[in-house]
């Protein structure tokens, strides 16, 4: 065996061929390329494809936005945020550490944190002990527990925004911009 060994070394025209392999691998090498390119760009998309269901996408502390937040997941928020937040089939979080000066919108509302707005949701609203809210809450169920701070009127809907057209449902998000821009303004 060590004898075929070295006689390998000796026969370099088996070398010579392997150049001519050595095309056929770069020709190859493209379509690899391009494997990985495929790859890459699955990549890319992977996060929205593995995502489970129940994940929640997060604001941190330290981030400050002003505007409108709409999506189709479940948020949790603990920066500041002024403007409108519609998640209209999501949960919405609002952190302990959160200053939300916004009107909600969303399947279910749990605030542990400041907000100064509207509030709406299809499901239920819950503010916690340490929460603090000042604005109307719309809702088919809610809950205040012990400690709360809540300042407004609170509706209860029966329907849900199950029942709502598309319009109504987009003059209700117009009215809760106009009353956050008034807000704004006043001061």
């Known amino acids: 065996m060590w004898g075929n060994k070295k006689a390998e070394p000796d026969s370099p025209p088996a070398a010579v ?3 001519s392999k050595a095309p056929e691998t770069n020709s190859t090498k493209p379509i ?19 995502t489970p269901a129940g994940s929640t996408a997060r604001l941190g502390a330290s981030l400050h936005i002003k505007g409108e937040i709409s999506g189709n997941e479940d948020l949790h928020v603990d920066g500041s945020v002024e403007g409108l937040i519609q998640l209209d089939d ?8 959160a200053k939300v000066t916004a009107d909600l919108v969303a399947r279910e509302v749990v605030v542990y944190g400041s ?8 499901d239920r609203i819950e ?9 109307d809450l719309t809702t088919a169920r809610i809950m205040i527990e012990d400690g709360a701070y809540f300042k407004g009127s609170i509706e209860i809907d029966r329907k849900g925004a199950e029942n709502v057209s ?22």
């Open 17 to 19: 061929p392997a150049p």
């Open 166 to 187: 598309g319009h109504e449902k987009a003059a209700y998000v117009k009215a809760a911009t106009a009353t956050v821009q008034t807000a704004k303004t006043s001061s």
């Open 32 to 50: 690899s390329a391009t494997v990985e390119d495929n790859v890459m760009s699955t990549d890319a998309v992977r996060p929205m494809a593995t």
């Open 127 to 135: 503010i916690k002990k340490d929460g603090s809210v000042i604005g």
């Open 115 to 122: 907000v100064k707005g509207n509030l709406r949701a299809r």
């Open 90 to 97: 999501r949960k919405l979080t609002v952190g302990a550490s």
